[in-house]
């Protein structure tokens, strides 16, 4: 079965940490980009970061850049997200996508997890 | 920061035609992608490299660009397709993925 599952997702205190997991299955993993979407609630989807297949690039949003890390795991099948120094504003529902490239989009989802930041 | 604009809402009637846009100054040199969220669900690409449609989504929705605007068309609208919509498309100056603000498509 062609699937994510993210994992992961608690309450944390402003200016704590959190790892979230996602575990893919069902395709060949190591043949694609992964992302990281969240959505704060009621509110739209916006893009975190992505890492290509190899590990050798990743990029983030100017809202999470220098606290959050993307890596993955080919042999594990695994894409992470390590959020550091979690603020209010990072409270939302986070989202594992596919990325299938600039033509593609984001085309199989993970049903999200999700992250409170409060004290 | 790049940015796609989409309208807040849009309320149809059954079987009426709904048009979605999606504005934003670099549109006519990239693809853009549609999804749709139902509530409490994750969202489902629906249209991407500007008018192509998955396996499994329904010939009702169609995509078009011209210009700096994309456009999502629903034709024949059903009560089923009552959902936030939102574009996607590729910022290439930033190598990041930018997301449209969403439309709540409300089916009266």
């Known amino acids: 079965q062609v699937q994510l599952v993210e994992s992961g997702g608690g309450l944390v205190k402003p200016g704590g940490a959190l790892r979230l997991s996602c575990a893919a299955s069902?395709?060949?993993?190591?043949?694609?980009?992964m992302s990281w979407i969240r959505q704060a609630p009621g509110k739209g989807l916006e893009w975190v970061a992505y890492i290509n297949s190899g590990s050798s690039y990743t990029n983030y949003a100017d809202s999470v850049k220098g606290r959050f890390t993307v890596s993955r795991d080919n042999a594990k099948n695994s894409v992470f997200l390590q959020m550091n120094s979690l603020r209010a504003e990072d409270t939302a529902v986070y989202y594992c996508a596919r990325y299938g490239g600039y033509d593609s989009g984001c085309d199989l989802w993970g049903q999200g997890t999700l992250v409170t930041v409060s004290s | 920061s790049y940015e796609l604009t989409q309208p807040p809402s849009v309320s149809i009637s059954p079987g009426q035609t709904a048009s979605i846009t999606c504005s934003g100054d670099k549109l006519e040199n990239t693809y853009t992608c549609w999804y749709q969220q139902k509530p409490g669900q994750s969202p489902q690409v629906i249209i991407y490299q500007d008018n192509k449609r998955p396996s499994g989504i329904p010939e009702r929705f169609s995509g078009s660009t011209s210009g700096d605007t994309a456009t999502l068309t629903i034709t024949g609208t059903q009560a089923t397709d009552e959902a936030d919509y939102y574009c996607?498309?590729?910022?290439?100056?930033?190598?990041?993925?930018?997301f449209g603000t969403g439309t709540k498509v409300t089916v009266l």
């Open positions: 069902g395709f060949s993993f190591s043949d694609h980009f």
């Open positions: 996607q498309a590729w910022d290439s100056s930033n190598r990041a993925v930018v």
